[in-house]
Structure formats: structure tokens, C-alpha cells
């Protein structure tokens, strides 16, 4: 998988200076001065295309009399590559970054991603640049937003070499470390004048295409005819940039789209868990994070990545990325590069010689084969030497010898002799030619899907792995511009979910149903009340990365066959368990169909409906524990509440108890206790309550009949106010209030 931050850069933040013109020229001198390679790339993607004969070598041919041979091996054999890119193909999948809480999201864009891959054509574009990588060593892919506002809003194309001019120093693969890029592209007038309708009087008085490559002829190399043809007496001498230079009624203009970086000073914010983002001085969570020490500011040098349009010295746009992702938005693929210069190629540059000396050989050959040689003494013909010659390399020949010249000459002569023997070495040489193109290019029959050498399944099989093992280098260059590619559609499907809610209805297959996705879903946390944002896009995009998943039907295929090896040995419940997944790596037109029927027959379950009936049976057993607990928390309930009704009642039944006893022994506090009452806005209840008749001991008169307690008779109630008897004596000294007199309660007061 590969990372990459799309982290656009606040609002504030330095985004780089403009381009300038002096700028802009000593680009152009670059440009000039870079080593020279476009031409014999052109020459090399001639020969893939089956144009191998030079205009000089066909006169030449023509002048001697020998016809003009080809066999294209190159081309089948490129062919061959570009099968097998088309035959290994993958797709994208978004995983989460050791992440489980970002599964959905990862789920949700991985969707939006593959969706991007249809509709953008990026497999058409990346197959279309795969071609020229594996034949001259480079190929651009375009990956923009789409001009058309009714179609989708993103595009992949293939851009040809010869339109893009590059950073050449740069040492990394994507171009991460190009100081610029450059790409030209003739356009009509009213196409620029309606993209540019500041500039209209400029572009209507330029002067269609007045130089090589645009205003001043600065690209001196590339786009121009090579020369080579598929024939002889062909009209092929012109190129679409040789028509835009020399028609000017085709009323084109050059328009020129240079990306480039400028370096900025800029701080970051280092948090702790490892994430950095550049710091927002308006932003108050980055403020908090640096005055809690939760970040770290450290200043540091970024790229900023600017766009800028150029019509000859003028300027007409200039602008930052429009992109939120720190790249330009053409990606190169790789084949090779050399090693002191960096200038691509691929397999095509060894296979030109090989090719050349097939060509020549099966024309020498074929000529060999017809051409005769002939011993004549002068005059030994009756016609003209032409005459002979056109004559003599007939089938049909009638040549009239001149019998005064024998009868007259005893030592005339006429001789025709055929060399058989340089015929058998010009035949194996043709064939060394045509071994020859299978040794420097390793791409053996086998790949290409003819008979070879093999003599069994076997050998075959390695001679097709041993093709596989010499480009792999040059499918891992593919795998990782392709990854790039997804890695900037993915940027762009994650800048247009931003913050907004937004729904994802992933498709379901043959074993997994539909399901939605919620992105971006405002909630509250119910602990601190604070709002956020579950399966947040622009947090979570942090920890995603790109992986390809292989989705061609060769792939396939070779699953199911190692899938049904592997049921063949497991036991038969096993077997229908796992059927279904064979089932899913066949073509079938209605798999899902064919799923269910398989499980309705095996009485299986289908997974999601499993799943679906063990939830519910959770459920049902949740709910009925709930219900238990419930009727559990009444019963104790419905008991508290009758002991407190119990306590309340004997607690009544106490203070009005106590109440009349206090009324009893002070019957005078009684007028004053309805007053109290009567101030706090007492009321008689009506009606009235009920006589709660409590238990009266035996012997006791009732309380409406006497006042005070009466004693049994023969007892004399004793009145004296001197009862009970106070001691008179003390059986220890005593102080203070313990004396008989109330003289010592005070100290210091004499007895």
C-alpha cells in the first residue's frame, strides 16, 4: 500500500510566488539544452507500429532492383507485454490504516474509488501509456477534473510524449522532487479565446503555430517526421505537429500549461500520536493544541505547487494547484532510464538491430531467389541490354541468342547460373534474426502464444515464467504509477465528501448484501454533550492506504482452480459449506441465483440472514431479561412502598400519642398550638378520618372522664414542696453549687 497526505494548506498560508517571465525563458533554455532522446524514441514507436523502412534505404532498394521486405516481430512481441498488463490487470481497495473504526469509511471510498475507476476510463488511459512504457520507456496519464458539466467530474487520459517536457534532474520516480513541468497543446483560437476571454485580442493576432513547438521554435527536437514507413509509394512525411507548423489556415494557437513548485517557509504541528499538519494561526483547536501542550510547532520548508498558462512569452493564468494533493497531475510511467542522463527506454531499443537484419535478410533472400547471374560474350543476344536484363529475371523468359555471333565467335558463350548456396546462409541468418529478437527482448513464443521450443507442459509453463521474471521490474514501475494514480482519484473523491453528510450504498455480490454508510453523520457524545462527526472522511483519510486487488478472469480462473483442489480433499459437509464460494469465481450470468438455490437445496443459511435470526434471538433474549428485571424491580418496589406506608403509619400513630401526652401534662400549651396551627394555614381534613380505636389497658377510665390520674385509696398524694427530701449532709466535701448555700457558687466571693 502506499500513503499520502491530502491536507490542503489553510487559507492564510503562504502559497508561492507567480512564475515570471524571465523564469518561464530559462525553463524554455532547459528545455533546449536537455540530452536528445525524443527522435530516436520516435523511430523506436515507428518500429512497434510496423514502420522499419528508412526513405533512403527504399530508394536504394528500388535502384538495385530488390523488393521491399518486412516482417514485423516487434510489434507482436510489444503486443504480447501489453496482453499480459491487460491479462494481470488489478483493482483498487482502500483498507484502513490499523485503524477498525475506519472499516466503514475505507469500505464507503473504496466503493466511491472503483466507481471513479469506471467512469474516469483511468484502466483505458493507464493501458494506453502502458504501451509506449514498455516499447521507449515512458508514458503520461492525465488525472484532472473534467471540463464537462454533464459528464463525471473527473477524467484519466493519455497524453503523448512529445507534449510533455519535464524536470530532468528530478531522481524520484513520481516526480515529487521536478522543479516543473511542461505540456503544449494546440488548440483552436475560439477554444483559447472562450478559456481566456481577457486575452481575446492576443490570441486573435497570433500568428497560427509561427514556430516549432509554439511561438520562437523552441523545442528543437520530438513530433517531427522520422522517416520511416510501412511501404514503398506511401504518403506518411507528416506529423499532427508538422500540419499545426506548416498550415496556418488551421487557425490553432499553442497554448502552453506549466506546472511548478515554489518553497515556502511554513510551521507544522506536531501532535503526539504522530500526526502533523501544517498549523492554522486562525484556527482555535490548533491554538489549543500548541497552549496545552498537545502539539509542538517546529518551522520547517515546503513545496507549493502552482499552475500557470502561457501563450508564447505571455502569461495568461497563474494560479495554485487546484488539487488537494501535492503533485502535478500528469503521472509518468516508467520503463527504464539510463543511468547517467536519465533518459527512458525500454525493450524496443535492442530489438531495432535484430529487426533491421530480419528486414534485410528475407530481401536479400527473396531477391536471391529470383536473381540469376549470367556469363555472356558480346553481342551472344539478338535485343538491347535492357531488353535482356527486364528478360532474363522472368519465370518466362524468351531470350533470342544471335547464331552469327556463335557461328562467328568459336569461343561465344551464354551462360545463366542461380548461387543456391547464399540462398542456405541468408535462410539461417533469418532465422538467428528472428531467435535473436527473443534473446535481447526476453519475450519468448511461449508469451506470445506460439510454439517455441517446449516439448512439454511443463517447460512451457517455465519458459512463460521466465518471460514473466524479465519484466517484472517493469510491471512493479507500472504497479506504482498506477497506485499513484488511484492515490490522486482518491484525493479528489475524499475533497468532494468533505464535511457533508453524505450516504454511500455499497453493492452488494453474489455473498454479500447491500449496505449503506453513513459518512460524515453529525452526532453528540453522550458523556461531554459535544458534537462530532462519525466515520469523519477528512480525519480518517489519514489512515488509509492503497492496495490492488487482482480482477482479471485469468485470476479468477486460476482461484477456482486452486479452490477446487482444495474441496476435493475436505469432507462433504465441508464441500457444500464451501461451495458457494467456487460459485463466485465462475462467470456465471445469475451466480446469486445459482447460490440460493444451491443453499435452499443443501438447507443451508444464508450468512446475512444467520446473522439476522442469531440478532434476533439476541435480541428476544435481551428483551425478555429486561422484562424479568423489570417485574424483579416492581415486586421490591410495591414492597418498600408498603413498609414506608407501614412506617408512616406507626410514626403518625406515635407523635399523636406523644401529642396527647404532652396535652395531658400541659393542657394550657394547647390554645397556643391552635393558633400555630391556625397561622400556618391549617385546615380540618373532610372528611374527617376514621377513630383508629387504640388498645386501652384494663383499669384505665377513658380519656374524656377524668383530668388527672386518680391514686388507689389508702395512699396520700404528698404535696410538700420539700419532695423528694433534699440530703443534708454529704458524704464528701462539696463545692460550688453541690453546697448547701448558694454564697460559694461564685469564686472569689466570701462565705
Known amino acids: 500500500g502506499n500513503d499520502m497526505n491530502y491536507t490542503k494548506p489553510p487559507k492564510s498560508a503562504d502559497l508561492g510566488d507567480s512564475m515570471t517571465t524571465e523564469e518561464f525563458a530559462a525553463i524554455i533554455d532547459e528545455i533546449i539544452d536537455q540530452p536528445p532522446w525524443r527522435l530516436q524514441a520516435d523511430t523506436e514507436a515507428d518500429y512497434v507500429d510496423g514502420n522499419q523502412l528508412d526513405s533512403s534505404l527504399l530508394q536504394k532498394l528500388k535502384d538495385l532492383g530488390i523488393p521491399p ?34 472499516q466503514d469509511v475505507a469500505d464507503a471510498l473504496n466503493y466511491r474509488l472503483n466507481q471513479a475507476e469506471r467512469h474516469s476510463k483511468a484502466d483505458e488511459a493507464m493501458s494506453a501509456a502502458f504501451r509506449p512504457q514498455c516499447s521507449i520507456g515512458l508514458g503520461w496519464v492525465e488525472v484532472a477534473r473534467s471540463n464537462d458539466p454533464f459528464g463525471y467530474n473527473k477524467r484519466c487520459r493519455y497524453v503523448h510524449r512529445n507534449e510533455i517536457y519535464w524536470d530532468m534532474r528530478a531522481k524520484e520516480a513520481n516526480l515529487s522532487d521536478a522543479g516543473w513541468l511542461l505540456r503544449e497543446k494546440f488548440v483552436k483560437k475560439s477554444r483559447a479565446k472562450a478559456a481566456f476571454p481577457k486575452f481575446k485580442e492576443l490570441i486573435d493576432g497570433a500568428d497560427a503555430a509561427s514556430g516549432m513547438g509554439g511561438y520562437g521554435g523552441y523545442v528543437v527536437e520530438g513530433g517531427l517526421s522520422t522517416g520511416f514507413q510501412p511501404g514503398a509509394n506511401i504518403n506518411r512525411a507528416w506529423t499532427t505537429k508538422e500540419q499545426a507548423w506548416y498550415r496556418r489556415e488551421t487557425d490553432e494557437v499553442c497554448i502552453v500549461e506549466l506546472w511548478y513548485r515554489r518553497w515556502v517557509n511554513i510551521y507544522v504541528l506536531k501532535m503526539r500520536g504522530g500526526r502533523v499538519v501544517e498549523f492554522d494561526a486562525e484556527n482555535a483547536a490548533h491554538q489549543a493544541a500548541v497552549m496545552s501542550g498537545q502539539g509542538v510547532l517546529e518551522k520547517t520548508t515546503a513545496a507549493r505547487v502552482r499552475r500557470s498558462y502561457w501563450l508564447g512569452p505571455h502569461r495568461l493564468d497563474d494560479a495554485p494547484s487546484p488539487h488537494p494533493h501535492p503533485h502535478f497531475q500528469y503521472v509518468p510511467f516508467w520503463g527504464y532510464r539510463e543511468d547517467m542522463t536519465g533518459i ?18 528475407i530481401a536479400k533472400l527473396r531477391w536471391g531467389m529470383a536473381a540469376t547471374r549470367t556469363e555472356r560474350t558480346k553481342g551472344a543476344v539478338a535485343m538491347s541490354d535492357d531488353q535482356f536484363r527486364r528478360q532474363v529475371a522472368r519465370p518466362d523468359a524468351d531470350i533470342v541468342l544471335d547464331a552469327e555471333h556463335f557461328r562467328s565467335n568459336p569461343g ?45 507442459g511443463l517447460q512451457e509453463q517455465t519458459q512463460l515464467e521466465q518471460s514473466q521474471v524479465s519484466i517484472a521490474d517493469l510491471m512493479d514501475n507500472f504497479k506504482s504509477a498506477r497506485a499513484m494514480v488511484g ?23 453474489v455473498l454479500n448484501e447491500a449496505r449503506e454508510v453513513i459518512l460524515n453523520k453529525p452526532e453528540q457524545d453522550p458523556d461531554t454533550g459535544l458534537q462530532y462527526l462519525s466515520n469523519d472522511v477528512l480525519r480518517t483519510r489519514m489512515k488509509v492506504s492503497l492496495e490492488d486487488v487482482p480482477s482479471s478472469s485469468s485470476f479468477r480462473a486460476q482461484q477456482l482452480n486452486s479452490l477446487s483442489e482444495s474441496i476435493k480433499a475436505m469432507p462433504q459437509e465441508m464441500q457444500s459449506v464451501v461451495f458457494p464460494f467456487m460459485v463466485d469465481l465462475m462467470d456465471l450470468p445469475r451466480k446469486k441465483q445459482v447460490v440460493e438455490a444451491i443453499r435452499n437445496a443443501s438447507g443451508q443459511t444464508d450468512p446475512n440472514q444467520m446473522r439476522e435470526q442469531i440478532k434476533q434471538e439476541l435480541m428476544h433474549d435481551l428483551k425478555e431479561r429486561e422484562i424479568a428485571n423489570k417485574e424483579r424491580l416492581t415486586d421490591a418496589q410495591i414492597k418498600n412502598i408498603v413498609s414506608q406506608a407501614v412506617q408512616t403509619t406507626v410514626q403518625s400513630m406515635f407523635t399523636a400519642m406523644q401529642t396527647g401526652a404532652q396535652v395531658v401534662q400541659m393542657p394550657l400549651i394547647t390554645p397556643i398550638a391552635d393558633k400555630v396551627m391556625q397561622d400556618s394555614g391549617f385546615q380540618l381534613p373532610s372528611p374527617a378520618g376514621d377513630d383508629p380505636n387504640f388498645l386501652v389497658p384494663d383499669g384505665l377510665p377513658p380519656v374524656g372522664n377524668a383530668a388527672r390520674p386518680e391514686f388507689p385509696p389508702g395512699v396520700q398524694e404528698n404535696t410538700s414542696p420539700a419532695f423528694p427530701p433534699v440530703p443534708q449532709q454529704a458524704s464528701s466535701g462539696m463545692d460550688g453549687i453541690e453546697t448547701a448555700t448558694t454564697a460559694d457558687n461564685v469564686q472569689g466571693v466570701s462565705q
Open 487 to 509: 492515490e490522486m482519484l482518491l484525493a479528489m473523491e475524499i475533497e468532494d465528501i468533505g464535511h457533508e453528510q453524505e450516504v454511500v450504498v455499497i453493492e452488494g455480490d
Open 412 to 456: 561465344a558463350r551464354f551462360e545463366v547460373k542461380r548461387d543456391f548456396q547464399l540462398n542456405a546462409q541468408q535462410f539461417q541468418l533469418m532465422a538467428d534474426s528472428r531467435a535473436s529478437i527473443e534473446r535481447v527482448g526476453s519475450i519468448t513464443a511461449a508469451m506470445q502464444g506460439k510454439q517455441g521450443t517446449a516439448r512439454s
Open 69 to 102: 521486405a518486412k516482417e514485423n516481430v516487434i510489434g507482436p512481441a510489444i503486443a504480447a507485454v501489453c496482453g499480459y498488463e491487460a491479462k494481470t490487470r488489478t483493482d483498487w481497495r482502500v483498507t484502513p490504516d490499523g485503524d477498525p473504526q475506519g
Open 344 to 361: 527512458p527506454f525500454a525493450l524496443v531499443r535492442d530489438m531495432v538491430f535484430p529487426q533491421d537484419n530480419l528486414n534485410s535478410t
